[in-house]
């Protein structure tokens, strides 16, 4: 577990940057532009598989990966105990979060490149992973910046796996980042990898692309391009409200960037949106979005405490704890957990909670929900 939040609340501005998730199938396009000697990286997307019709910058959209078992359509696998794959920094038996390789029907990044044929030197590359003579597009890891619960910093790996299942490793940090962290495509080509990821949160991985100009006419190398993934439920729900540098600084959880006094993972945990100002509670018995509604209740004939909330479903693996607690004096040993509980299922993501104190007819109560982050998860 790791820090509580409580409710307060204030009034702000909301915050301006645009974000987004991508799914399907997605090109990361490093390209060179001889006439203005720049090179562009886009997200490409959409369309048809040839020709991806959406474009965006790497800055402001993100690729999610769902918390849900591989045998479950989802992208959280096993590490497997062979030491072909400790590379990957994950230990035997713990989870590993993959975008794979071949198209699973959700998100699927590959690099691609539309060079015009003939742009970049053909020459012999001497590293042993292709070891053959071809006109070179190198992509080079630069950095990866983490965010999210998991202590210290987890790994991110780029494989590929051939015909036998021996993968070829391009990138990997567990061993830090170093000269061999790159991956080769060619001019005008297109492939896909395994993207892996240690642990929940959002990654920021931040590659170089470079190549030899064609009749030896020099190195071009292009400037630091981010490409952001969000691992999981709390991650992904981040990604669609902040982009960029801003999804550290502003989308963590403690963040509140519209200063409505509820940081990020309140809002996230009842539904509101961290973008706009808002403290009202939730509508009783018909809300879908709100902070949690605490109010005195005939019930059996019983003055009772009441506090109804929405909750997301345990089945999307939140990555949080909701705990209703009541108390007679404020006091921070006096809240206790309990009372009766209604549930109503709203969708496949949600449900409303009502609460009921177990105490009646005191003559001083009160009522909480107290949200929790988990740093570790027992699936």
Same mark, same amino acid.
């Given at each position: 577990?790791?820090?509580?939040?409580?409710? #307060?609340?204030?009034?702000? #501005?909301?915050?301006?940057?645009?974000?987004?998730?991508?799914?399907? @199938?997605?090109?990361?396009?490093?390209?060179?532009?001889?006439?203005?000697?720049?090179?562009? #990286?886009?997200?490409?997307?959409?369309? +048809?598989?040839?020709?991806?019709?959406?474009?965006?910058?790497?800055?402001?959209?993100?690729?999610?990966?769902?918390?849900?078992? &591989?045998?479950?359509?989802?992208?959280?696998?096993?590490?497997?105990?062979?030491?072909?794959?400790?590379?990957?920094?994950?230990?035997?038996?713990?989870?590993?979060?993959?975008?794979?390789?071949?198209?699973?029907?959700? +998100?699927?990044?590959?690099?691609?490149?539309?060079?015009?044929?003939?742009?970049?030197?053909?020459?012999?590359?001497?590293?042993?992973?292709?070891?053959?003579?071809?006109?070179?597009?190198?992509?080079?890891?630069?950095?990866?910046?983490?965010?999210?619960?998991?202590?210290?910093?987890?790994?991110?790996?780029?494989?590929?796996?051939?015909?036998?299942?021996?993968?070829?490793?391009?990138?990997?940090?567990?061993?830090?980042?170093?000269?061999?962290? #790159?991956?080769?495509?060619?001019?005008?080509? @297109? =492939?896909?990898?395994?993207?892996?990821?240690?642990?929940?949160?959002?990654?920021?991985?931040?590659?170089?692309?470079?190549?030899?100009?064609?009749?030896?006419?020099?190195?071009?190398?292009?400037?630091?391009?981010?490409? +952001?993934?969000?691992?999981?439920?709390?991650?992904?729900?981040?990604?669609?409200?902040?982009?960029?540098?801003?999804?550290?600084?502003?989308?963590?959880?403690? &963040?509140?960037?519209?200063?409505?006094? =509820?940081?990020?993972?309140?809002?996230?945990?009842?539904?509101?949106?961290?973008?706009?100002?808002?403290?009202?509670?939730?509508?009783?018995?018909?809300?879908?979005?709100?902070?949690?509604?605490?109010?005195?209740?005939?019930?059996?004939?019983?003055?009772?405490?009441?506090?109804?909330?929405? !909750?997301?479903?345990?089945? +999307?693996?939140?990555?949080?704890?909701?705990?209703?607690?009541?108390?007679?004096?404020?006091?921070?040993?006096?809240?206790?957990?309990?009372?009766?509980?209604?549930?109503?299922?709203?969708?496949?993501?949600?449900?409303?909670?009502?609460?009921?104190?177990?105490?009646?007819?005191?003559?001083?109560?009160?009522? !909480?929900? !107290?949200?929790?982050?988990?740093?570790?998860?027992?699936?």
């Amino acid at each position: 577990m790791k820090k509580l939040f409580f409710l #307060c609340l204030l009034l702000a #501005c909301p915050n301006a940057f645009p974000a987004g998730l991508v799914t399907g @199938h997605v090109d990361i396009r490093f390209n060179y532009q001889p006439a203005t000697d720049t090179w562009n #990286c886009l997200l490409r997307y959409g369309g +048809t598989f040839d020709n991806p019709s959406i474009e965006a910058g790497p800055e402001t959209v993100a690729l999610p990966a769902r918390d849900l078992l &591989s045998t479950a359509s989802g992208e959280r696998y096993l590490q497997p105990p062979s030491a072909a794959y400790a590379f990957t920094g994950a230990a035997a038996g713990s989870p590993l979060w993959i975008l794979p390789q071949s198209d699973r029907g959700y +998100t699927w990044p590959g690099f691609a490149n539309v060079q015009t044929v003939g742009t970049f030197l053909s020459y012999p590359n001497s590293d042993p992973r292709v070891s053959a003579t071809a006109k070179w597009l190198k992509i080079r890891l630069v950095s990866v910046e983490y965010s999210g619960a998991a202590t210290g910093l987890p790994d991110f790996s780029l494989w590929t796996t051939g015909s036998g299942g021996t993968p070829t490793v391009w990138m990997a940090t567990s061993d830090g980042i170093g000269p061999t962290d #790159c991956y080769f495509t060619t001019e005008n080509t @297109h =492939s896909h990898l395994n993207w892996g990821f240690t642990a929940l949160g959002i990654y920021r991985v931040t590659m170089r692309s470079s190549a030899y100009l064609a009749s030896d006419s020099g190195f071009v190398e292009s400037t630091d391009q981010t490409v +952001t993934f969000a691992i999981g439920t709390f991650a992904a729900w981040r990604a669609t409200h902040f982009s960029g540098a801003d999804i550290v600084t502003s989308g963590d959880a403690l &963040s509140d960037p519209d200063a409505d006094g =509820s940081p990020n993972l309140i809002e996230y945990a009842f539904n509101t949106d961290p973008d706009l100002p808002g403290t009202a509670p939730i509508a009783a018995g018909t809300g879908t979005s709100g902070l949690p509604l605490v109010r005195v209740e005939n019930l059996s004939g019983q003055d009772r405490l009441t506090v109804e909330f929405v !909750r997301r479903k345990s089945s +999307t693996n939140p990555q949080i704890v909701y705990t209703p607690e009541f108390s007679g004096t404020l006091s921070a040993g006096d809240w206790q957990a309990g009372g009766t509980s209604t549930v109503t299922s709203l969708d496949a993501n949600w449900e409303r909670v009502k609460v009921a104190d177990s105490v009646a007819a005191a003559p001083r109560r009160f009522a !909480r929900v !107290r949200v929790t982050l988990q740093t570790g998860i027992s699936y």
